[in-house]
C-alpha cells in the first residue's frame, strides 16, 4: 500500500515486493559506490602531502613569482589590472596535471593489472566512471583551492585582485575540475600508454596554451576573429574565461553563467563519451 | 682487453642502432616540434605583445623560453624512457654485460640525446626565425658561436636529465620532476624574461640567479645569436656552462654508483 498525499492506491503484493527488493538494490548500490569513493579517497592520501607540496604550494608560489610579480613589471610596465588577467590563467596547468594524475590511473589499470573487470562486477560500470570522475574533480578542487587565496596574499600588490569574487570562483575552478575530469577520463578510455606523450604534446598543450593560459578569448578575437570563434570549441576557454571574470571582472570576458552553462554541459557530453568508449574498450562482444 | 678500435666500433654500432629508432619516431617528432614552433610564433610573436609585452622580448623569449622548453621536454621524455628502464625492463643490464668501458655507454647515452635532440630542434629553432620575421629583431651574434653554446645546452641537458634518470626513483621522477626540479629551475631562471630585465626589478635578489646553470645557458644562447648589451656577456656564460656541465657530470657519477653499483 502506497500513501501519496490523501490518496491510497492499492498495489498487488508481487509489485510490492519487487518495490522493496528494488530499495534493497539501490541502498546497495549506493553503499559499493560509496565505498569506490572511500577507497579511490584513501588510495590518494598516501600521496596527500606530495600532491599538497607540489600543487598547492610549489606551483602558486612559483607562478605568483613569476607571473603574477615579474611579469606585470616587466611585460605590462606594472599595470596590476592586466597582470591579474594574465595570472588568472595560469591555474591551468597544476590543474590539468593533478587531474591527469587521478584520472590516468584508468588507463594504466586498463593496460596492466585490470582491476576495472573487478569492479564492473560489483557496480554498473556506468556509475564506477561517474564516481572516479567525481573523485577526481573533488580532489583537484581541494588541492587548487590554495592557489587563489595564496595569491591573494603574497601578490595583492602586484596584481589587481580588489575585486575577487571568492563564490564564483569556486564554483568555476569545481565545474572546471569536473570538467577536465571527464575530459581526461575519456582520454584515459580512449588512448593507450605509449600515446600518452602525444597526447600532451598534441591535445593538452595546445588546449592549454590556446585556451588562455596566457591570451585572454577578447586578444585573441582582436587578433583573428576566426580564430575566436574557433576557440569558443575549447573547453579551457570556459574554465579560464570563469575565472578571469571571478577575478577581474568586466564585460570583455564571458559572462560567468555562460561559463558555468558550457562546463556543465561539457562534463555531461565528455561523460557520456566516455561511457560509450569504455563500453568498446571493455566489452569484448 | 679492448682496443680503442673496438670501443669505437660498438659506439659506432650502438648509435646505428639508435638512429634506426629515431628515423622511425621522427615524423612524430617533427610535428610535436611544428605544434610547439606554431603555437610560441603566435602567441609571443602575435598576441603576448597585443597585451602590452615590449615587441624587443620577442626573440630572447623565444630562445630562452621556447628553445629551452623544448629541450627540456626532449629531455623528460629520453629520461623517462631510462627511469622506466631501470624500474622495469632492465635493459641496461644487457648494455653493461657490453665489451664496452663503462664511461664509453654513458657517453652513448648523451651523445644519442644531443644527436636526437639536434636533429629535432635545430630546423625548428630556423622555421621559427622565418616564422617570427621581422618580429625576431637583428641577428647581431655569430652563427658559430650560437652553435657552440648550442652544442654546451646540449649537453648540460642531456647530463642534467641522465642524471636525474639515475637520481630518483621511478614513481618520484613521474610525480615531482616537473613541479621540484623543472619548473623551480625555468622560474629562477632568465626562461621568461631576461636577466637584465629581472635585475632591474629584483636587483638584490637576481643574484641568487647566478646560482641557476640554466642563466647561462639561455642568456648564452641569446648573447652568441643575438649580440648586444641586452644579454649577460658570453665572457661570463661560457665559464658558468663549462662549471654547470662540471657539476652535472659529478652528480650523474653519484647517481650512476647509487643506481647501479650494487656493493
Known amino acids: 500500500m502506497v500513501f501519496t498525499n490523501n490518496w491510497i492506491r492499492y498495489e498487488p503484493y508481487s509489485a510490492q515486493v519487487s518495490k522493496g527488493k528494488h530499495m534493497k538494490k539501490l541502498l546497495q548500490t549506493i553503499q ?10 584513501y588510495v590518494h592520501t598516501q600521496q596527500l602531502p606530495a600532491h599538497l607540496i607540489n600543487y598547492s604550494i610549489i606551483y602558486p608560489t612559483l607562478y605568483i613569482f613569476a607571473f603574477a610579480f615579474l611579469q606585470t613589471e616587466i611585460y605590462f610596465g606594472g599595470q596590476t589590472q592586466v597582470g591579474a588577467t594574465v595570472f588568472s590563467g595560469t591555474c591551468l ?3 590539468l596535471v593533478m587531474v591527469f594524475h587521478i584520472t590516468f590511473d584508468l588507463l594504466f589499470d586498463l593496460e596492466k593489472n585490470r582491476h576495472i573487470d573487478f569492479q564492473i562486477t560489483v557496480l554498473d560500470p556506468r556509475l564506477i566512471l561517474i564516481e572516479q570522475i567525481l573523485f577526481a574533480s573533488f580532489f583537484t578542487f581541494l588541492i587548487m583551492i590554495p592557489f587563489f587565496p595564496l595569491a591573494r596574499i603574497f601578490a595583492s600588490s602586484y596584481i589587481d585582485l580588489s575585486n575577487i569574487s571568492w563564490s564564483s570562483l569556486f564554483i568555476i575552478l569545481y565545474l572546471g575540475s569536473l570538467c577536465a575530469a571527464a575530459y581526461h577520463k575519456l582520454a584515459a578510455v ?33 587578433f583573428s576573429p576566426t580564430l575566436g570563434f574557433l576557440l569558443r570549441f575549447n573547453p579551457v576557454v570556459y574554465l579560464t574565461e570563469g575565472l578571469r571574470q571571478s577575478v ?5 570576458f564571458l559572462p560567468l553563467w555562460q561559463c558555468a552553462t558550457a562546463l556543465f554541459i561539457l562534463s555531461i557530453i565528455f561523460t557520456l563519451l566516455c561511457f560509450y568508449f569504455f563500453k568498446r574498450r571493455v566489452d569484448h562482444i | 682487453m679492448n682496443t680503442l678500435i673496438d670501443n669505437i666500433t660498438i659506439f659506432r654500432a650502438l648509435l646505428a642502432r639508435d638512429m634506426k629508432v629515431l628515423k622511425s619516431r621522427l615524423s612524430d617528432l617533427v610535428i610535436d616540434g611544428l605544434i610547439l614552433v606554431s603555437i610560441t610564433v603566435l602567441i609571443f610573436g602575435n598576441l603576448l605583445p597585443l597585451l602590452g609585452m615590449p615587441i624587443t622580448l620577442i626573440a630572447p623569449l623565444f630562445l630562452g623560453n621556447s628553445l629551452s622548453f623544448f629541450l627540456a621536454s626532449l629531455g623528460y621524455n629520453c629520461a623517462m624512457r631510462m627511469v622506466y628502464d631501470l624500474k622495469f625492463n632492465r635493459f641496461i643490464d644487457y648494455f653493461l654485460t657490453l665489451p664496452l668501458p663503462k664511461s664509453w655507454l654513458f657517453t652513448y647515452y648523451l651523445t644519442s640525446f644531443m ?3 639536434a636533429i629535432v630542434t635545430l630546423p625548428l629553432v630556423v622555421l621559427g626565425i622565418i616564422a617570427l620575421g621581422s618580429n625576431f629583431g637583428p641577428i647581431n651574434g655569430t652563427i658559430f658561436m650560437f652553435m657552440c653554446v648550442y652544442f654546451c645546452a646540449l649537453l648540460f641537458w642531456s647530463l642534467f636529465f641522465l642524471g636525474s634518470s639515475f637520481m630518483y626513483s621511478f614513481q618520484w621522477f613521474k610525480s615531482n620532476m616537473w613541479a621540484r626540479r623543472i619548473m623551480p629551475l625555468f622560474i629562477f631562471g632568465p626562461a621568461f624574461f631576461t636577466f637584465k630585465t629581472i635585475r632591474s626589478v629584483i636587483p638584490i635578489f637576481s643574484k641568487l640567479y647566478w646560482l641557476n646553470p640554466l642563466t647561462y645557458v639561455i ?18 656564460c661560457v665559464p658558468g656552462i663549462f662549471v654547470a656541465i662540471v657539476l ?3 652528480r650523474l657519477r653519484y647517481g650512476i654508483y647509487k643506481q647501479l653499483d650494487p656493493v
Open chain 2, 115 to 117: 644527436i636526437e635532440s
Open chain 2, 219 to 236: 642568456e648564452g644562447l641569446r648573447a652568441s645569436l643575438l649580440g648586444g648589451p641586452d644579454y649577460v656577456s658570453l665572457t661570463i
Open chain 2, 248 to 250: 652535472m657530470c659529478i
Open chain 1, 93 to 95: 596547468v597544476p590543474l
Open chain 1, 190 to 222: 580512449l588512448l593507450t600508454v605509449q600515446k600518452i606523450s602525444m597526447f600532451w604534446t598534441r591535445v593538452n598543450h595546445i588546449l592549454l596554451v590556446l585556451g588562455g593560459f596566457w591570451i585572454p578569448l577578447h586578444i585573441v578575437r582582436q
Open chain 1, 32 to 41: 559499493v559506490f560509496l565505498q569506490f569513493f572511500y577507497r579511490d579517497l
Open chain 1, 248 to 252: 577581474v571582472g568586466g564585460s570583455q
